[in-house]
Structure formats: structure tokens, C-alpha cells
């Protein structure tokens, strides 16, 4: 029982550069989520999706693209990464309020 | 502005005693609040979720309680074990969020535990 899993779990990347976080559940959740997480912060949403071919912004969207051509994949796109980017990356999916959101195990992402 | 606040930030406390850690929040209306547990290094995971009507909920050693009047909630461990050392963080959830996608969760910052032998 895979849940959420995200690829990949580390990565480090120069300024500049671009790549994709990728994102799978196995629970035919309708919702997926991605969230980023910052030392002496809450999570904060990036984007979110309310079903296959559908996406929208979070609380903090600018630098990030997403896309969910498929209901079990849910894809985080840096194009241009900045040294703001570095954080702990989580997917998470869900059926809707008021059931709880499952999360992945997180990708760690430094921007050198 | 929509808050969720927790105290203590960290909390350090002997295998087998209990604890309660706190969660103030101005978030109103709200649909549910919730707690999540994070171990170091993993995604958190759910524990209780609270509708506005609930006073309590409980899971294993975990009570949740809510006292919607002074917004306030509290996650009481008992018996601590070593495996319940993480963060524990508190989720509010708007009312506009009722029944839909859940695209405005209020998180706080956690507090961390650690339970020593």
C-alpha cells in the first residue's frame, strides 16, 4: 500500500537550472496538493488540483508550474531554481473536506 | 488575518508521562481543525479531525479537544512512548473549504516533542 509517493527524495541544483518534482498516489483521490516547508514555518500551498486537467494557485505560486495530466500524477516544475527555492517539498492527496489530506515523505531540493 | 498559533515551540518530557500541547487560532468561520503528527525526515500524518461541533476525539493516546468559544484546541498524550518524539502540528480549515478541495488550510508551526528514557 504505496499511498503518496514522491521522487525524487533529494536533489541539489545549480541557480538557474530546472526540474521536475513528480508526485504519485495509489487512492484515486480526486485533490493533490503541493506544499513547500521552511524552517520556523507552517507548510505553506504552492499549487493544488481539484481533479485531472485542472490546477490552481496556492499561497505562494511564482516560480513554480504544475501539472496533472493523469488523476494519479500531480508534477511540480521549477524553470529557473533560485537559492529561495531550497525547502522540503510535499505532495499530498485527498477525496475533499472533510476527509484528511495523506502526504508524501517529502523531496529536500538545495539550490546552490 | 487567519492564524494558528502552538505553544510550546518544543517540549522535552520523560518516557511514560503526559503531555498537552496547545493551539490558539482566529480563524473564523471554520469547518474542522485537525492534528497531524511529523516524524523527523517523513510527511505528517493525521490523527484527529474536529468538526466545529466536536468537543473531543480521541485516537490511541491522542484526545483532542476544541472549545470553539475561546478558539482554542489542545492534543493530550498519555503515557508517552518514545516513538511519539515528532512535531505535532495544528490545521485549521476556513468554512469555505466545507466539502470542497481543502485549498486554504491554516497550518501552524508545530511543536516538537521530544519523549527521553
Known amino acids: 500500500n504505496a499511498g503518496v509517493t514522491q521522487t525524487p527524495k533529494f536533489r541539489v541544483l545549480k541557480t538557474g537550472q530546472s526540474m521536475t518534482l513528480l508526485c504519485a498516489q495509489d487512492m484515486n483521490h480526486e485533490y493533490m496538493y503541493w506544499y513547500r516547508q521552511d524552517p520556523g514555518m507552517g507548510l505553506r500551498l504552492i499549487h493544488y488540483s481539484v481533479g485531472e486537467g485542472t490546477t490552481a494557485k496556492g499561497e505562494v505560486p511564482d516560480g513554480y508550474n504544475v501539472s496533472r495530466l493523469k488523476k494519479q500524477n500531480f508534477l511540480l516544475g521549477l524553470e529557473s531554481a533560485a537559492p529561495s527555492q531550497t525547502s522540503v517539498y510535499f505532495c499530498?492527496?485527498?477525496?475533499?473536506?472533510?476527509?484528511?489530506?495523506?502526504f508524501g515523505d517529502g523531496t529536500r531540493l538545495s539550490i546552490l | 488575518k487567519n492564524q494558528v498559533e502552538q505553544s510550546p515551540q518544543s517540549l522535552i518530557i520523560l518516557e511514560g508521562k503526559n503531555c498537552t500541547l496547545q493551539?490558539?487560532?482566529?480563524?473564523?468561520?471554520?469547518?474542522?481543525l485537525r492534528w497531524y503528527k511529523q516524524d523527523t525526515g517523513r510527511g505528517p500524518v493525521s490523527l484527529t479531525i474536529m468538526t466545529f461541533s466536536e468537543n473531543t476525539k480521541s485516537n490511541g493516546r491522542y484526545t483532542a479537544t476544541l472549545d470553539a468559544d475561546t478558539k482554542q484546541s489542545s492534543l493530550h498524550i498519555t503515557a508517552s512512548q518514545l516513538s511519539d518524539s515528532a512535531s505535532y502540528i495544528c490545521v485549521v480549515n476556513p468554512l469555505m473549504n466545507y466539502g470542497g478541495s481543502q485549498g486554504n488550510l491554516i497550518f501552524g508551526k508545530g511543536t516538537k516533542l521530544s519523549v527521553k528514557p
Open positions: 499530498a492527496s485527498s477525496q475533499g473536506d472533510p476527509r484528511p489530506q495523506h
Open positions: 493551539c490558539n487560532y482566529t480563524v473564523s468561520p471554520f469547518s474542522n
